[in-house]
């Protein structure tokens, strides 16, 4: 379940600071170090302690330590600040690609009965169509009658790749390591 973010006076305070929102932006590619962040942002290394730990007393960041290295990430209240409906947009991609996918299923459905439905119940042209199908010549109306079920299905299984971009790099930031070398 997300957690749901009350912004009281602490937070604002530490949010106050252009630098503290910088970041926090720094923070949402990857954790880093002190060091990381003073290179990119180019602060000194006690400035940046003194912000970090700012965030860190309202819970917008966290240290952990890896071998000998500190490094500091966003908690689940820092992403969901810079990002607060991320999880929404998930579940709404997910939402629209289940019912791109039913309805390419319904359509194709309805293609296939068309198929074996009697010709005298179909239009001229559509009979016609049919006749020149039987004689060796391409069935037009039946391809025109898959492109509807196919573009639906090909909706479904670009925002399901969407929702699953989504998801992986949220997962991705969440059980990041840094890489160690093995000499330490």
């Given at each position: 379940m997300q957690e749901k973010v009350t912004l009281d006076r602490k937070i604002f305070e530490a949010l106050a600071s252009e630098t503290r929102i910088n970041i926090l932006k720094?923070?949402?590619e990857r954790p880093k170090t002190i060091a990381e962040l003073s290179r990119e942002l180019k602060f000194s290394k006690s400035s940046l302690h003194e912000h970090l730990s700012k965030m860190l007393d309202v819970g917008l960041v966290e240290k952990q330590e890896y071998s000998k290295w500190v490094y500091y990430r966003l908690t689940e209240k820092g992403r969901n600040i810079l990002h607060p409906h991320?999880?929404?947009?998930i579940l709404v991609l997910l939402s629209l690609s289940l019912l791109s996918l039913a309805t390419g299923i319904?359509?194709?459905s309805k293609v296939s009965k068309l198929g074996t439905t009697k010709v005298k119940y179909l239009t001229y042209a559509t009979r016609e169509a049919t006749e020149l199908g039987r004689k060796g010549a391409i069935n037009h109306v039946n391809i025109c009658s898959y492109a509807l079920p196919i573009v639906?299905?090909?909706?479904?299984?670009?925002l399901l790749y969407l929702t699953y971009r989504m998801w992986r790099k949220r997962e991705r930031y969440r059980n990041w390591r840094p890489e160690i070398p093995s000499e330490y």
């Open positions: 720094s923070l949402d991320e999880r929404t947009k319904f359509e194709l639906l299905l090909a909706i479904c299984v670009s």
